[in-house]
């Protein structure tokens, strides 16, 4: 279920014959959906079906204001009938909880194993095609024909993926499975960096041969702009909306328990997610860059004088609270979201308590992610980052302070300050107008 470029002629996606795939009637089983499972059949009316060969399995995508369900009728012949019912809802529930729009982490094929592995903690193993990544269960052991094609640096990556896989609990959110993921080097190193036997161009970075990964298609989930995210996000959670409303009205959810009800009715909360108020005080804190441009017209005086054009770029000091009230989960989380802005925003990290530890700065640009590591263990004192950024004013154009919120007021800042407050921390006063972020865990897949 991994990215289309992870699927080898060693890890093979199941395709029936020509015949079997002609005769395939998708129909059959919307219908059985809606006889069985309302909810799933509710929310994929409001989806464009599309019969296409040119993915090798299937995959929800929102393609120009649509979304869309793009699916491999070889592939979907190949399956038994409760493994198609499975797939449908495997994809119905990468909508459901905005995997595909608002939700997104880089790298992204870590993100798809992520979503994959919550989403498959939801669905009965019996309902999954092969191939399927589930919490708590290692891969299917390679067969002798498939070790003969495999170097040793490839049987070791897929041992390494597998053994992490099979560590890890159910029913976790998407978010905790890529923070796993991604704070451990191997693990992380084995999805998104090419080995030995791997052929070039091949899947993120060139990693592939070997890995399982047949279920799904996360093509083309990256190239989308925030404005098509918005839209799609808008079009999926009106679909579901109606359908918890619907279900809700008549009593009939089929499968769906009610601990994931609760997960899908948080989905489409009208609350702001922290995520996004994070996201505008970034965008409130970038500058704007003029530069001279030989290939834009001059208004003003057209063909004598070079245009201009303008780049948005800025630069943020993010202060850790070292006084063991962050947790290295809310640490990751917070990278998490970060991570996702970094693409023209410079973030500078430092550890405090008392003192801020100008050892510890790191500057995170695309790509390159701090290690959550402590290098303090003192009390917490707010005065502290707000002095070191006050002082460093020409470098940054703002700051964020993650803390737990328990400690006195630090007084005025003459730089624009932003607070991430823990989950199981307070929201003090003297923070008034300043942007506040109380953070949430992900409590949907």
């Known amino acids: 279920?991994?990215?289309?470029?992870?699927?080898?002629?060693?890890?093979?996606?199941?395709?029936?014959?020509?015949?079997?795939?002609?005769?395939?009637?998708?129909?059959?089983?919307?219908?059985?959906?809606?006889?069985?499972?309302?909810?799933?059949?509710?929310?994929?009316?409001?989806?464009?079906?599309?019969?296409?060969?040119?993915?090798?399995?299937?995959?929800?995508?929102?393609?120009?204001?649509?979304?869309?369900?793009?699916?491999?009728?070889?592939?979907?012949?190949?399956?038994?009938?409760?493994?198609?019912?499975?797939?449908?809802?495997?994809?119905?529930?990468?909508?459901?909880?905005?995997?595909?729009?608002?939700?997104?982490?880089?790298?992204?094929?870590?993100?798809?194993?992520?979503?994959?592995?919550?989403?498959?903690?939801?669905?009965?193993?019996?309902?999954?095609?092969?191939?399927?990544?589930?919490?708590?269960?290692?891969?299917?052991?390679?067969?002798?024909?498939?070790?003969?094609?495999?170097?040793?640096?490839?049987?070791?990556?897929?041992?390494?993926?597998?053994?992490?896989?099979?560590?890890?609990?159910?029913?976790?959110?998407?978010?905790?499975?890529?923070?796993?993921?991604?704070?451990?080097?191997?693990?992380?190193?084995?999805?998104?960096?090419?080995?030995?036997?791997?052929?070039?161009?091949?899947?993120?970075?060139?990693?592939?041969?070997?890995?399982?990964?047949?279920?799904?298609?996360?093509?083309?989930?990256?190239?989308?702009t925030d404005e098509e995210r918005e839209i799609a996000r808008g079009k999926i959670r009106q679909a579901v909306e109606e359908a918890v409303k619907e279900c809700d009205r008549k009593g009939q959810w089929g499968s769906v328990s009610s601990e994931t009800r609760g997960k899908i009715r948080e989905a489409i909360s009208r609350e702001i997610p922290w995520e996004m108020i994070l996201k505008q005080f970034v965008g409130m804190t970038r500058r704007s860059n003029r530069t001279t441009s030989r290939m834009r017209l001059n208004k003003k005086y057209p063909g004598i004088h070079s245009g201009h054009k303008r780049g948005y770029t800025s630069s943020i000091a993010v202060y850790i609270d070292q006084s063991g009230s962050v947790s290295n989960e809310e640490l990751a989380l917070l990278f998490g979201e970060l991570r996702n802005l970094a693409k023209n925003t410079e973030f500078v990290t430092y550890h405090f308590d008392t003192e801020v530890d100008e050892s510890s700065e790191t500057v995170w640009r695309t790509g390159k992610t701090p290690e959550t590591h402590r290098t303090r263990c003192g009390g917490t004192c707010f005065k502290a980052p707000t002095a070191h950024a006050n002082k460093n004013k020409h470098r940054f154009d703002g700051y964020l302070i993650l803390t737990d919120g328990y400690a006195p007021d630090p007084g005025h800042s003459r730089l624009k300050r932003g607070w991430v407050v823990t989950t199981d921390g307070a929201i003090a006063d003297f923070m008034g107008k300043e942007v506040k972020v109380k953070m949430k865990e992900r409590a949907a897949a």
């Open 1 to 224: 279920m991994a990215d289309k470029g992870t699927t080898t002629d060693i890890a093979p996606v199941n395709h029936a014959s020509d015949v079997a795939a002609k005769n395939f009637d998708l129909d059959k089983f919307l219908v059985k959906l809606q006889l069985e499972e309302p909810f799933f059949c509710k929310v994929l009316r409001k989806v464009t079906k599309v019969r296409t060969e040119a993915i090798p399995t299937a995959g929800v995508l929102a393609k120009d204001g649509d979304i869309k369900l793009w699916w491999n009728p070889k592939f979907l012949a190949s399956l038994t009938p409760k493994q198609v019912l499975g797939l449908l809802k495997h994809e119905c529930y990468h909508l459901v909880f905005e995997h595909t729009t608002t939700r997104r982490h880089d790298p992204h094929v870590v993100w798809n194993y992520g979503t994959d592995l919550a989403i498959n903690s939801l669905i009965p193993v019996e309902e999954l095609p092969e191939g399927g990544l589930i919490p708590g269960k290692a891969f299917d052991e390679l067969k002798s024909e498939q070790l003969e094609k495999m170097t040793e640096a490839q049987i070791n990556r897929f041992n390494v993926l597998s053994a992490k896989i099979a560590s890890f609990p159910k029913r976790e959110a998407s978010e905790w499975y890529f923070a796993r993921l991604m704070e451990d080097e191997e693990t992380k190193d084995a999805l998104t960096k090419p080995v030995e036997g791997d052929e070039a161009g091949e899947g993120e970075g060139g990693m592939g041969s070997g890995l399982p990964g047949g279920m799904d298609d996360h093509e083309g989930w990256g190239e989308m």
